[in-house]
């Protein structure tokens, strides 16, 4: 038996030629577009200074929007939730229970499940807040946040969904919700943050990345309290108790009046 003949190539014509210059340039945009360059080795000095300067902006930003925000709940979740499905009535039930409880709920700010926790404090009467990033194609602001601020870096954005919240509440996701997730509770295996609540909502969905989780304890790669660390539950009101009992009770957690801010130094409440 004989190989087939290869199809012939079309045949080029001048107007479609790619020239020598055309073929730098897509090179440049693919090896030195801002975010990539930072993570793409050795540059000069006044490059990683400028960098800094950049990173620097990006907590200032983030930290100047949440200085008012009072204690937080974050929700993590897939963007690609659409309204009608179960996670997103979950979502939108649980950030009303968040609110309710007298937190601010946190999301990155975009549409699917972030929409739907915000969705749920924003009609329940609380405080409702986004963490935005930029990104090539650009994710659209949800309306249920009463205040938002958009990062350039997702390491500055992580530090600032992480930096403000009492408990972590953690829907169906993709890759983003997963290291989201993981990276909160290495901060709190090693020490960096406090032990504080992380709940994962959607059994059917998550399952065998809890008992991934506890093959890891089996293991040896992680201590065998640290599947611990993480309550798995379906149940709203399970959830609100185990918010109730870990963040609310455990850390002291009461209704006060909220400082007002300087207008002078371009500080504005969450609401209004």
Same mark, same amino acid.
């Given at each position: 038996?004989?190989?087939?003949?290869?199809?012939?190539?079309?045949?080029?014509?001048?107007?479609?030629?790619?020239?020598?210059?055309?073929?730098?340039?897509?090179?440049?945009?693919?090896?030195?577009?801002?975010?990539?360059?930072?993570?793409?080795?050795?540059?000069?000095?006044?490059?990683?200074?400028?960098?800094?300067?950049?990173?620097?902006?990006?907590?200032?930003?983030?930290?100047?929007?949440?200085?008012?925000?009072?204690?937080?709940?974050?929700?993590?979740?897939?963007?690609?939730?659409?309204?009608?499905?179960?996670?997103?009535?979950?979502?939108?039930?649980?950030?009303?229970?968040?609110?309710?409880?007298?937190?601010?709920?946190?999301?990155?700010?975009?549409?699917?499940?972030?929409?739907?926790?915000?969705?749920?404090?924003?009609?329940?009467?609380?405080?409702?807040?986004?963490?935005?990033?930029?990104?090539?194609?650009?994710?659209?602001?949800?309306?249920?946040?009463?205040?938002?601020?958009?990062?350039? =870096?997702?390491?500055?954005?992580?530090?600032?969904?992480?930096? =403000?919240? =009492?408990?972590?509440?953690?829907?169906?996701?993709?890759?983003?919700?997963?290291?989201?997730?993981?990276?909160?509770?290495?901060?709190?295996?090693?020490?960096?943050?406090?032990?504080?609540?992380?709940?994962?909502?959607?059994?059917? =969905?998550?399952?065998?990345?809890?008992?991934?989780?506890?093959?890891?304890?089996?293991?040896?790669?992680?201590?065998?309290?640290?599947?611990?660390?993480?309550?798995?539950?379906?149940?709203?009101?399970?959830?609100?108790?185990?918010?109730?009992?870990?963040?609310?009770?455990?850390?002291?957690?009461?209704?006060?009046?909220?400082?007002?801010?300087?207008?002078?130094?371009?500080?504005?409440?969450?609401?209004?």
């Amino acid at each position: 038996m004989s190989a087939p003949e290869c199809p012939k190539l079309p045949q080029v014509g001048a107007e479609q030629e790619i020239t020598e210059k055309e073929v730098i340039e897509q090179e440049i945009f693919e090896l030195e577009t801002p975010d990539q360059t930072l993570l793409s080795g050795p540059r000069s000095r006044f490059s990683d200074l400028g960098t800094i300067f950049r990173v620097a902006k990006d907590l200032l930003m983030g930290f100047r929007a949440l200085h008012f925000a009072g204690p937080c709940v974050t929700i993590f979740g897939s963007a690609r939730t659409r309204r009608g499905m179960g996670y997103y009535e979950m979502a939108r039930k649980m950030g009303e229970a968040c609110a309710k409880l007298g937190f601010t709920v946190i999301t990155g700010g975009g549409p699917g499940i972030m929409q739907a926790a915000n969705q749920g404090a924003f009609e329940a009467g609380g405080r409702s807040m986004g963490v935005n990033i930029e990104l090539p194609f650009e994710q659209q602001l949800n309306p249920y946040v009463h205040r938002s601020v958009t990062m350039r =870096y997702f390491f500055t954005r992580k530090v600032v969904l992480v930096k =403000y919240s =009492y408990a972590f509440i953690v829907l169906p996701g993709g890759a983003g919700t997963l290291d989201e997730m993981f990276e909160t509770m290495t901060l709190i295996q090693t020490g960096k943050l406090k032990v504080f609540p992380i709940i994962l909502m959607g059994k059917e =969905y998550w399952k065998p990345l809890m008992d991934f989780v506890y093959r890891m304890a089996e293991e040896g790669t992680i201590s065998p309290d640290d599947p611990e660390l993480i309550f798995f539950t379906d149940d709203i009101e399970e959830a609100t108790s185990h918010l109730q009992r870990h963040a609310v009770r455990q850390f002291g957690l009461r209704r006060k009046r909220a400082p007002k801010p300087i207008k002078l130094l371009g500080e504005k409440p969450v609401v209004g």
